[in-house]
C-alpha cells in the first residue's frame, strides 16, 4: 500500500513543479504581496481625507420657494431667463449628436461596399459616444425644465410638493423638455 501513496505524491509534485515552471506561484505571490502595499497606503489616504458618514442620517432642511429665491440672489425673472437659455443649449446638445450620426451612417452606407470593418468599427463607437453625449443633454435640459417648473408653480419643498416626482406626474415632461419655444 506504500506504493500508490507515494506515485500520488510524486505525481502532485511533478504537477506542481510543472505549474511553478508555468506560472511562478511563489513568485508571483510575492509580486502581488509587494505591489498591493501601495495601493493600500493610497487608499487610506484617500478615506482621511473624507470624513466618514454618520450613523444617524442627517435631515435636510426643507426651504419654502419665497427663501430658496432669496438664497440664490437673483430675481425669479433673472432665474427664468438664466434657466430658459441653459435649457436651449442642452436641447441642442440633445439634438446635434443624433443628427450627425444620421449624415455620418448615410455616408457610410452610401460607400458601403468600399469601406472596411475597422471603419465600421471606429463608426460605431463613434454612434455610442453620440447617443451618450445626447442622452446627457437630454437629462441636463430635463433638470431645468424641472427647475423652471418650480419658479413656475413657485414650490420647491415636499410640502409644497415641489419634488422631481410631483413634476414627473404632473406634466407631459418629455414634451415639456423638448419645447424649446421660450
Known amino acids: 500500500m506504500n506504493k500508490p501513496d507515494s506515485r500520488l505524491q510524486r505525481g502532485l509534485k511533478a504537477s506542481t513543479y510543472f505549474l511553478n515552471i508555468l506560472l511562478p506561484l511563489s513568485e508571483t505571490r510575492r509580486i502581488a504581496q509587494v505591489s ?5 497606503t493610497l487608499m487610506n489616504r484617500v478615506q482621511g481625507l473624507y470624513p466618514q458618514k454618520s450613523e444617524k442620517k442627517q435631515g435636510t ?3 419654502s420657494w419665497q427663501d ?3 438664497d440664490s440672489g437673483f430675481t425669479p425673472a433673472q432665474l427664468q431667463q438664466q434657466y430658459r437659455a441653459s435649457k436651449y443649449r442642452w436641447v441642442c446638445v440633445f439634438i446635434l ?8 451612417m448615410g455616408a457610410l452606407l452610401f460607400n458601403a ?13 463613434f454612434a455610442l459616444i453620440g ?10 435640459a430635463l433638470i431645468c425644465e424641472y427647475r423652471l417648473w418650480q419658479l413656475r408653480e413657485k414650490r420647491v419643498s415636499k410640502e409644497e410638493r415641489g419634488e422631481f ?3 414627473l406626474e404632473e406634466t407631459a415632461w418629455i414634451k415639456k423638455t423638448l419645447n424649446i419655444k421660450r
Open 68 to 70: 430658496a429665491v432669496r
Open 97 to 104: 449628436p443624433p443628427g450627425l450620426l444620421v449624415l455620418l
Open 36 to 40: 498591493i502595499r501601495p495601493w493600500r
Open 165 to 167: 416626482r410631483a413634476f
Open 113 to 125: 461596399h468600399t469601406l472596411p470593418m475597422m471603419i465600421w468599427i471606429k463608426a460605431s463607437f
Open 61 to 63: 432642511m426643507s426651504l
Open 131 to 140: 447617443m451618450a453625449v445626447s442622452a446627457l443633454g437630454f437629462v441636463r
